[in-house]
């Protein structure tokens, strides 16, 4: 695997204003928003930075995804070579490892799982070789575990690796999933027969919430047609982008696509730039750690990627670190987005987002591979310039002092 020799350094900081606690959280959240971020102490500017006119305005009304889902996913890792003693291994391993406690539930098949055909009946089947135990008994073995089970198909004929696709079975499978015990549902954008999303996503909601059973919807149409303007009514997640590539190229590229609808996210509705690629060897220590805070602070679903049954020290430390999963998890659900460039090539950037109890998170990303030294101005943050706060240092690089008008560490570097 090519690495790319990038620097990464950054800080995750959260910056408090608190003293005044705003009880963020529930349904009426914009107008917490508002209350929480009012002046003294936030600029004017705040609300055109972190643009909160659309926030709140789509939420899937299934009670899933109040803040952005957290677990594992096969896929990256694994691709096609999965099997049901991978999936009950990696359920063990997730509750052994401390990470299930984190938030890290859903446990999630991708694609594979299946026989090349349905059955005489017209079902979908667990492939026997794989998984001869059936779905049903893996879900109420990671259910006893207190985790939740996902599986994957396909709003088209066939799914990706050309396994029976959803297409036109949505009320079946969806029934046969319910009855599985299944909690989470990946639909894929495979052989779509050129059909708009649309058209093809809303049927297998309209499935799903016919069960009865609770099962956050997981739409990876591949950011086709922008499905921030419109998905926030049919999934509890959207895909934003083409796949991600264990690279510090993808990760950032996609980060930046990502960024661009941050408006739309909020409880209940998240944009997904896809699973995370920590600890799957492509990318340095720092460039993990960037991966990691950047999806973080983005409200991304945090779904691990890597074998956790194998996971190195320092993949853990990354993904358990309870504070950076905090800013993810925060109750006001908002997005953060890339608030200022500077520097050579627009290596400096800052990145930040409002969090419960008049708090900011703050990132600043050096996305080049010379040390710069970042600046965060208070006007950009929206902040009033007058403004006192605290600031923590989410990675505990360094210590940073109580500071006036602007952020300013030493440069940094690896
Ligand atoms: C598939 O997984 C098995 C067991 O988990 C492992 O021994 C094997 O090397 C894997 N094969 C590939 C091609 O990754
Ligand atoms: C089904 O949809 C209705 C209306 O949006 C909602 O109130 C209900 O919670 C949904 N049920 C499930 C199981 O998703
Ligand atoms: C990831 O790699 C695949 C080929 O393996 C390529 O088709 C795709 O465009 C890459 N995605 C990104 C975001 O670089
Ligand atoms: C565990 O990961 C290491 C690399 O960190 C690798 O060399 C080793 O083969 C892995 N072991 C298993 C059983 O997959
Ligand atoms: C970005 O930050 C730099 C450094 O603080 C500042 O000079 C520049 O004016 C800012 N740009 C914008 C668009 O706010």
Redo the contacts with the bound molecule.
Sequence with gaps: MARSGTLSVHLLLVISLSAIVVAAGGRALPLNLLRGFERPGFSRSFHRIYDTSKYGIFQLNNGLAQTPQMGWNSWNF??C???E??IKETADALVSTGLAKLGYVHVNIDDCWSTPKRNAKGELVADPKTFPSGIKALADYVHKQGLKLGIYSDAGIYTCQVRPGSLYHEENDAKQFASWGVDYLKYDNCYNLGIKPKDRYPPMLKALNATGRQILYSMCEWGVDDPALWAGKIGNSWRTTDDINDTWASMTTIADLNDKWAAYAGPGGWNDPDMLEVGNGGMTYQEYRAHFSIWALMKAPLLVGCDVRNMTAETYQLVSNEEVIAVNQDSLGVQGRKVNVSGTGGCSQVWAGPLSRRRLVVALWNRCSKAVSITAAWEALGLDSSTSVSIRDLWQVRITRMSQKMLRPRSLHR
Excluded: G, L, R, W
């Design positions: 694994f691709a070579n999965i099997s003693t991978v």
